[in-house]
């Protein structure tokens, strides 16, 4: 593939700024048709390049991957078109622009690139009438800090032009190399193969001859959910590890995801938990649109908490290659993640650091090799192998413990259980509320971790349950290594004895308000009868309590949640 010798002109076009630019959790994530407004994606991505890349941007090399919705490829040549204008000198992108999110990470990693654009709403619908995302990531393979992020917001505000290149066109339906002369200096664009440096990478993380030889005995199942991991669910599951086809589900990427919510949980991967009550599997994961989440189900629809599931893995690393080889460090987890990862880091005399929502929290303790896996409860599993959460990974990381402790998924979790006690953990998710009534909801408990009374106050449950309130606060953290304050990261009701209530306001959603609420029991290990029963029901009174002291069915008018996880 060549551009040939054409000489291409750079343009300056005028803009001028759009309210909200502010990138959330994890990135810009709008409606499609935001995006698709007349310089609306050209301001963001202008802004990206100066904020993410600054002197630097002349002559840097960048990835462009995305999850295959609708809207990608389109982003995609415009991102190239103006990295041309900014004096890029290379991007390297997935075949039409297809890169996982974990893929993007390790690619940037690999080939020590400069950075690169992520084009993903993760788990939001996708299709013309759904949302698309940007998300710019740095050099270490990461979602870029807040630091980043926030200058991103600010030069959006005042953008007045943007430099592209506006009739370079490029094949990216076909792998090898562009190269081009823009303003008298060399523009290449690479185009490579969407999952091979992943799956290479996998292989020298695991023990595939291992974990293939337990699948031969078992029955699995693993769903891409229409999103991006389909062609890498097929690569390692099918052609390495030799299972059946049929193990893998809605392995084609979709642009709309089939029309549905690309989000591996209980409400919207409920057909994959239908098929697992059936009995007739042992073990199934399924993965969100861009693959960095995961959600493990065993025999049975026996269903692991993401909260579990970091635990599980802490304690168990050494039956993975990469920890044996490289040692493990410490832990973190996100602030409402439960403190199940906290128990093992204390027996096993490890650190564990607890961040505001959002994986890039943990890429500074990565960086200075303060950790070695940390999770989040929203379906995030990762370790230092890169600087995103990794869905696929975290399924292998599973089949890794399985095959060598020879358990079924439900006794690996019974035995920690018995060892370190049970985090119950529960999340209530109310989508599309008002931003009004979001917003006055937190106010109601800003003014309750105010009030001099909240400490040391008892709340009861109408079932007759009581808690008292040891710390009520709104969570701050200051990032151990460069010293950055990020406040105002979910308010906490902590209760002595060790149970929470975190309420937050998400940070992913593209319009109105989704409020969370987080609520975890903690039960010790000398009590299997308690431990053993059903979530929802062990949760019931502590849910309650949540609910009046939040005054959320008042405020919202929602009797039930959209989703509970
Ligand atoms: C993103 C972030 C995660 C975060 C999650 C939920 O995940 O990367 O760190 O936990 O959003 O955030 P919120 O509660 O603010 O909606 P993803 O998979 O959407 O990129």
């Known amino acids: ?62 990835l462009v991957g995305g999850d295959g919705r609708f809207f990608c490829e389109e982003a995609a040549h415009l991102i190239i078109r103006i990295a041309a204008g900014n004096g890029v000198s290379k991007i390297v992108i997935g075949k039409k622009a297809i890169l996982s999110t974990p893929a993007c990470s390790h690619i940037i990693r690999k080939y020590k690139l400069s950075g690169g654009f992520l084009l993903t709403a993760s788990h939001n619908p ?77 292989k020298q993380i695991f023990d595939f001859p291992a974990i293939k030889t337990f699948l031969q005995t078992k029955r699995v199942l693993l769903n891409a959910m229409n999103g991006v991991t389909g ?58 649109g861009d693959g960095d989440r995961n959600m493990i189900l065993g025999h049975r629809a026996f269903f692991v908490t993401p909260c579990d599931s970091l635990a599980v893995l802490a304690a168990n690393l050494e039956s993975i290659p990469y920890f044996r080889q490289n040692g493990v460090k410490g832990f973190a987890r996100s602030m409402p993640t439960s403190e199940a990862v906290d128990k093992v880091a204390q027996r096993l005399g490890k650190d564990c650091y607890q961040t ?100 040391g106050t008892t709340l009861t449950a109408p079932t007759g349950q009581k808690y008292k309130v040891a710390v009520a606060d709104n969570f701050e953290y200051t990032d151990p290594i460069d010293g950055s304050v990020s406040k105002n990261q979910g308010i906490r009701i902590l209760f002595e004895g060790g149970s929470r209530l975190i309420f937050r306001l998400s940070g992913t959603g593209s319009s109105g308000a989704t409020i969370r609420v987080y609520v975890e029991e903690y039960v010790k290990s000398d009590n299997p009868s308690a431990y053993e029963q059903d979530a929802q029901a062990a949760l019931g009174p502590l849910v309650a309590i949540a609910l009046q002291v939040s005054k959320l069915r008042e405020l919202t008018g929602r009797d039930q949640p959209t989703v509970i996880t």
């Open 356 to 455: 505001p929502t959002g994986w890039k929290f943990f890429g500074n303790l990565m960086d200075a090799d303060k950790i070695s896996l940390c999770g989040e409860e929203s379906f995030g599993t990762g370790s230092t192998h890169i600087r995103e959460k990794d869905g696929v990974w975290a399924a292998l990381a599973w089949l890794s413990v399985l095959a060598s402790t020879k358990k079924t998924v439900q006794d690996v979790l019974l035995d920690h259980w018995n060892i370190y006690g049970r985090n119950f953990f529960t999340r209530y998710d109310y989508e599309n509320v008002s931003s009004e009534a979001g917003e006055k909801l937190i106010a109601g408990l800003e003014a309750f971790i105010k009030n001099p009374n909240s400490k």
């Open 126 to 202: 996708g299709g013309p009438d759904g949302d698309f995302g940007i998300k710019y990531n740095t050099d270490n393979g990461g979602p870029a800090p807040e630091g980043v992020t926030n200058k991103i917001y600010e030069l959006t505000k005042t953008i007045k032009e943007y430099k592209i290149v506006s009739n370079l066109k490029v094949d990216i339906g076909q792998l090898g190399t562009s190269k081009f002369t823009v303003g008298g200096e060399p523009f290449v664009v690479e185009v490579i193969d969407n999952t091979a440096d992943y799956v290479e990478f996998m």
């Open 231 to 288: 062609p890498y669910l097929r690569k390692i599951f099918v052609e390495e590890m030799g299972l059946p086809s049929d193990s893998c589900l809605n392995c084609e990427i979709l642009p709309d995801f089939g029309g549905k919510h690309p989000d591996p949980n209980l409400t919207y991967a409920k057909d994959l938990v239908d098929i697992m009550k059936a009995g007739q599997h042992d073990f199934a994961a399924a993965f969100d």
């Open 1 to 62: 593939m060549s551009g040939g010798t054409t000489s291409y002109t750079v343009e300056t076009v005028k803009t001028s700024p759009f309210d909200g630019q502010k990138p959330g959790t994890s990135g810009l994530r709008k409606a499609v048709t935001v995006f698709q407004q007349a310089h609306y994606t050209e301001n963001f991505v202008q802004a990206g390049l100066w904020a993410g890349l600054g002197d630097k941007l002349k002559g840097s090399v960048l």
